[in-house]
Nanobody, 124 residues
């Protein structure tokens, strides 16, 4: 059984920073990639960033590229999302996800395991 637990969300002013963490337990060695998604108020869940679990290659949505950084600590089975220069439109519930199949996916259906989400609110 795999569990993903996010933490680090909160309230921050526009222009500020937050770092989200996603701790994975269980059969994490099976993951090909880990990703972050978000769902803002009244919006569809959207891809934010992904990282190849073993190789470390990273991928970003255009809306966050240059502001957010995804990374992983292989030894701790933890994925991070460093968010800088936050904007009000970044307000959302952020979800961590794990992908078993080969390939980096940007769609929800590409991922097999999900965390419970952590709220990020950016005040303007």
């Amino acid at each position: 059984q795999v569990q993903l637990v996010e933490s680090g969300g909160g309230l921050v002013q526009a222009g500020g920073s937050l770092r989200l963490s996603c701790a994975a337990s269980g059969r994490t060695f099976s993951f090909y990639a880990m990703g972050w998604f978000r769902q803002g108020p009244g919006k569809e869940r959207e891809f934010v960033a992904a990282i190849h679990w073993s190789g470390g290659s990273t991928y970003y949505a255009d809306s966050v590229n240059g502001r957010f950084t995804i990374s992983r600590d292989y030894a701790k089975n933890t994925v991070y999302l460093q968010m800088n220069s936050l904007k009000s439109e970044d307000t959302a519930v952020y979800y961590c996800a794990g992908k078993l199949r080969i390939g980096i996916g940007v769609g929800q259906n590409d991922y097999d395991y999900w965390g419970q989400g952590t709220q990020v609110t950016v005040s303007s």
